[in-house]
Protein backbone atom coordinates (compact mmCIF):
# COMPACT_ATOMS: atom_id res chain seq x y z
CA UNK A 1 0.00 0.00 0.00
CA UNK A 2 1.06 4.11 0.26
CA UNK A 3 1.73 5.44 3.24
CA UNK A 4 1.84 9.46 3.73
CA UNK A 5 4.44 10.55 5.71
CA UNK A 6 4.64 14.52 6.70
CA UNK A 7 6.34 16.26 8.57
CA UNK A 8 5.05 19.64 10.81
CA UNK A 9 4.20 21.26 13.88
CA UNK A 10 4.15 18.45 16.41
CA UNK A 11 1.03 19.26 19.22
CA UNK A 12 2.03 18.87 22.89
CA UNK A 13 1.02 15.85 23.88
CA UNK A 14 1.66 14.24 27.74
CA UNK A 15 3.62 11.18 26.86
CA UNK A 16 4.78 10.68 30.15
CA UNK A 17 2.04 7.89 30.84
CA UNK A 18 2.32 6.51 27.29
CA UNK A 19 4.20 3.30 26.39
CA UNK A 20 4.24 2.63 22.32
CA UNK A 21 6.45 0.33 20.07
CA UNK A 22 5.02 0.21 16.71
CA UNK A 23 6.23 -1.35 13.69
CA UNK A 24 5.12 -0.04 10.05
CA UNK A 25 6.21 -1.06 6.17
CA UNK A 26 5.11 -0.28 3.27
CA UNK A 27 5.77 -0.85 -0.71
CA UNK A 28 5.79 2.64 -1.28
CA UNK A 29 5.83 5.74 1.28
CA UNK A 30 5.96 9.60 0.68
CA UNK A 31 8.06 12.09 2.46
CA UNK A 32 6.39 15.07 0.67
CA UNK A 33 6.45 14.14 -3.01
CA UNK A 34 9.42 12.35 -2.94
CA UNK A 35 8.70 8.17 -3.10
CA UNK A 36 10.64 5.77 -0.85
CA UNK A 37 10.36 2.26 -1.74
CA UNK A 38 10.82 -0.72 0.66
CA UNK A 39 10.17 1.60 3.91
CA UNK A 40 10.21 0.34 6.78
CA UNK A 41 9.70 2.36 10.44
CA UNK A 42 9.52 2.41 13.68
CA UNK A 43 7.18 4.81 16.47
CA UNK A 44 8.27 4.32 19.94
CA UNK A 45 7.23 6.28 22.91
CA UNK A 46 8.78 5.62 26.47
CA UNK A 47 9.14 7.56 29.44
CA UNK A 48 7.79 10.71 28.01
CA UNK A 49 10.45 10.13 25.22
CA UNK A 50 9.84 9.60 21.26
CA UNK A 51 11.98 7.98 19.02
CA UNK A 52 10.69 7.78 15.34
CA UNK A 53 13.42 5.32 12.87
CA UNK A 54 13.09 4.85 8.88
CA UNK A 55 15.51 2.22 8.25
CA UNK A 56 16.97 1.06 4.66
CA UNK A 57 14.76 2.57 2.60
CA UNK A 58 15.03 3.21 -1.03
CA UNK A 59 15.05 6.84 -2.23
CA UNK A 60 16.63 8.44 -5.78
CA UNK A 61 18.31 5.19 -6.19
CA UNK A 62 19.81 5.06 -3.15
CA UNK A 63 19.32 3.70 0.59
CA UNK A 64 18.39 6.06 3.04
CA UNK A 65 18.10 5.56 7.25
CA UNK A 66 17.00 8.29 9.28
CA UNK A 67 16.02 8.92 13.18
CA UNK A 68 14.42 11.60 15.14
CA UNK A 69 14.37 11.68 18.80
CA UNK A 70 12.80 13.44 20.89
CA UNK A 71 12.85 14.12 24.93
CA UNK A 72 12.04 15.83 27.84
CA UNK A 73 8.96 17.43 28.82
CA UNK A 74 7.46 20.92 28.22
CA UNK A 75 8.91 23.32 27.59
CA UNK A 76 12.58 22.00 27.50
CA UNK A 77 12.21 19.61 25.15
CA UNK A 78 15.11 18.33 22.69
CA UNK A 79 15.63 16.39 19.39
CA UNK A 80 18.45 14.65 17.74
CA UNK A 81 18.26 13.97 14.29
CA UNK A 82 20.35 11.87 11.98
CA UNK A 83 20.12 11.03 8.25
CA UNK A 84 22.04 8.92 5.92
CA UNK A 85 22.01 8.13 2.29
CA UNK A 86 24.37 6.06 0.30
CA UNK A 87 24.12 6.77 -3.81
CA UNK A 88 21.40 8.55 -3.71
CA UNK A 89 20.95 10.34 -7.36
CA UNK A 90 19.90 13.97 -6.32
CA UNK A 91 18.30 14.50 -10.32
CA UNK A 92 15.84 12.01 -9.73
CA UNK A 93 14.40 14.20 -6.78
CA UNK A 94 13.56 16.97 -8.62
CA UNK A 95 10.51 17.52 -10.93
CA UNK A 96 11.00 16.76 -14.65
CA UNK A 97 10.91 20.35 -15.46
CA UNK A 98 13.84 21.44 -13.18
CA UNK A 99 15.71 24.46 -15.00
CA UNK A 100 18.31 24.82 -12.02
CA UNK A 101 21.69 22.43 -11.91
CA UNK A 102 21.00 18.55 -11.07
CA UNK A 103 24.04 16.25 -10.51
CA UNK A 104 23.38 13.07 -12.01
CA UNK A 105 25.71 10.81 -9.60
CA UNK A 106 25.92 8.14 -6.53
CA UNK A 107 26.12 11.08 -3.56
CA UNK A 108 26.64 9.75 -0.04
CA UNK A 109 25.10 12.25 2.63
CA UNK A 110 25.47 12.25 6.48
CA UNK A 111 23.63 15.24 8.28
CA UNK A 112 23.36 15.36 12.24
CA UNK A 113 21.06 18.10 14.07
CA UNK A 114 20.19 18.60 17.35
CA UNK A 115 18.70 21.23 19.54
CA UNK A 116 15.56 22.60 21.08
CA UNK A 117 12.21 21.23 19.75
CA UNK A 118 8.88 23.28 19.85
CA UNK A 119 7.91 22.40 16.22
CA UNK A 120 10.15 21.31 13.14
CA UNK A 121 10.45 24.49 11.70
CA UNK A 122 11.88 25.94 15.12
CA UNK A 123 14.15 23.29 15.39
CA UNK A 124 15.84 23.32 11.95
CA UNK A 125 16.36 27.09 12.74
CA UNK A 126 17.90 26.60 16.25
CA UNK A 127 19.10 22.89 15.94
CA UNK A 128 23.11 22.98 15.06
CA UNK A 129 25.35 19.83 13.99
CA UNK A 130 26.75 18.93 10.89
CA UNK A 131 26.55 17.63 6.86
CA UNK A 132 28.73 16.06 4.94
CA UNK A 133 28.27 14.90 1.14
CA UNK A 134 30.62 13.24 -1.28
CA UNK A 135 29.98 12.83 -5.23
CA UNK A 136 31.15 10.16 -7.28
CA UNK A 137 31.95 10.92 -10.83
CA UNK A 138 29.25 11.70 -12.85
CA UNK A 139 27.38 14.54 -14.90
CA UNK A 140 25.19 17.63 -13.88
CA UNK A 141 22.77 18.86 -16.05
CA UNK A 142 21.72 22.00 -16.84
CA UNK A 143 25.03 23.70 -16.15
CA UNK A 144 27.44 24.80 -18.39
CA UNK A 145 31.09 24.86 -16.87
CA UNK A 146 32.38 26.43 -19.72
CA UNK A 147 30.51 29.36 -19.81
CA UNK A 148 30.61 29.84 -16.63
CA UNK A 149 34.49 30.18 -16.77
CA UNK A 150 34.02 32.08 -19.93
CA UNK A 151 31.94 34.69 -17.65
CA UNK A 152 34.70 34.88 -15.01
CA UNK A 153 37.00 35.58 -17.49
CA UNK A 154 34.87 38.58 -19.24
CA UNK A 155 32.16 39.59 -17.07
CA UNK A 156 32.67 41.69 -13.80
CA UNK A 157 29.38 40.14 -12.56
CA UNK A 158 26.83 38.02 -13.79
CA UNK A 159 23.70 36.11 -13.07
CA UNK A 160 24.45 32.59 -12.20
CA UNK A 161 21.19 31.58 -14.08
CA UNK A 162 22.93 32.62 -17.29
CA UNK A 163 24.82 29.21 -17.34
CA UNK A 164 21.94 26.87 -16.81
CA UNK A 165 22.40 25.24 -19.70
CA UNK A 166 23.29 22.17 -21.34
CA UNK A 167 25.74 18.82 -19.79
CA UNK A 168 28.78 18.89 -17.63
CA UNK A 169 30.88 16.49 -16.64
CA UNK A 170 31.59 15.51 -13.07
CA UNK A 171 34.57 13.75 -11.88
CA UNK A 172 34.10 14.30 -8.09
CA UNK A 173 32.66 16.62 -5.45
CA UNK A 174 32.45 16.66 -1.33
CA UNK A 175 30.97 19.04 0.61
CA UNK A 176 31.73 19.78 4.82
CA UNK A 177 29.75 22.51 6.61
CA UNK A 178 28.44 23.03 10.27
CA UNK A 179 24.56 23.58 10.62
CA UNK A 180 23.57 26.56 12.74
CA UNK A 181 20.78 28.96 13.27
CA UNK A 182 19.38 27.74 9.90
CA UNK A 183 21.95 28.23 7.95
CA UNK A 184 24.98 25.87 6.76
CA UNK A 185 28.30 27.28 7.37
CA UNK A 186 30.43 25.47 4.53
CA UNK A 187 33.86 25.05 5.98
CA UNK A 188 35.28 23.51 2.58
CA UNK A 189 34.18 22.51 -0.74
CA UNK A 190 35.76 21.05 -3.76
CA UNK A 191 33.77 20.38 -7.38
CA UNK A 192 36.20 19.24 -10.31
CA UNK A 193 34.24 19.76 -13.41
CA UNK A 194 35.18 19.48 -16.86
CA UNK A 195 39.05 19.56 -15.91
CA UNK A 196 38.03 22.84 -13.61
CA UNK A 197 38.59 22.48 -10.12
CA UNK A 198 36.12 24.84 -8.15
CA UNK A 199 36.27 25.56 -4.24
CA UNK A 200 33.63 27.38 -2.32
CA UNK A 201 32.97 28.63 1.48
CA UNK A 202 30.36 30.41 3.20
CA UNK A 203 27.26 30.49 4.03
CA UNK A 204 23.81 28.98 2.84
CA UNK A 205 20.74 29.82 4.75
CA UNK A 206 17.96 27.30 4.11
CA UNK A 207 15.62 29.03 6.56
CA UNK A 208 15.64 31.67 3.66
CA UNK A 209 16.70 30.51 0.70
CA UNK A 210 19.83 32.50 0.49
CA UNK A 211 23.66 31.97 -0.77
CA UNK A 212 26.64 33.60 0.21
CA UNK A 213 29.95 31.79 -1.01
CA UNK A 214 33.41 32.64 -1.69
CA UNK A 215 34.39 30.46 -4.45
CA UNK A 216 38.00 30.15 -6.24
CA UNK A 217 38.01 28.52 -9.68
CA UNK A 218 41.17 27.07 -11.54
CA UNK A 219 42.02 24.93 -14.46
CA UNK A 220 43.09 21.68 -12.65
CA UNK A 221 45.95 21.46 -15.04
CA UNK A 222 47.02 25.11 -13.61
CA UNK A 223 46.34 24.77 -10.15
CA UNK A 224 48.46 27.48 -8.81
CA UNK A 225 46.56 30.66 -11.27
CA UNK A 226 43.19 30.92 -8.67
CA UNK A 227 40.79 32.99 -9.47
CA UNK A 228 38.43 34.17 -7.08
CA UNK A 229 34.57 35.15 -7.02
CA UNK A 230 32.08 35.57 -4.66
CA UNK A 231 28.40 34.28 -5.06
CA UNK A 232 25.33 35.79 -3.91
CA UNK A 233 21.44 36.54 -4.02
CA UNK A 234 18.58 34.33 -3.44
CA UNK A 235 18.67 30.70 -4.22
CA UNK A 236 16.50 31.42 -7.41
CA UNK A 237 18.80 33.90 -9.04
CA UNK A 238 22.40 34.32 -7.43
CA UNK A 239 24.96 36.62 -8.93
CA UNK A 240 28.54 36.12 -8.99
CA UNK A 241 30.80 38.75 -9.10
CA UNK A 242 34.69 38.64 -9.90
CA UNK A 243 36.89 39.81 -6.37
CA UNK A 244 39.81 42.09 -7.39
CA UNK A 245 43.45 40.61 -6.70
CA UNK A 246 46.10 43.02 -5.98
CA UNK A 247 48.60 43.14 -8.52
Do not use: C, H
Amino acid sequence: GENEISAGEVKPTPLSGIDLDLRLSAETAYAGRWEINEAAGTIRIDSGNAQLDLGNGVLAGGEVTSSLRISGGRPSKTAVFKFSGRNIMPDQLAGKDAIYPLISAPVSLQIDLAGPYKTLPDFLQAGEGQLEAQAEAGTIRNFSSDNFAAAIRKAQIFALPDTYSGLSSLESASVSANLKQGAAIVGSSELNINGLRLNLTGAIPYQTGGVALNGLIAAQSEPENWAPFFVGGSWDKPFVTLVPTPK
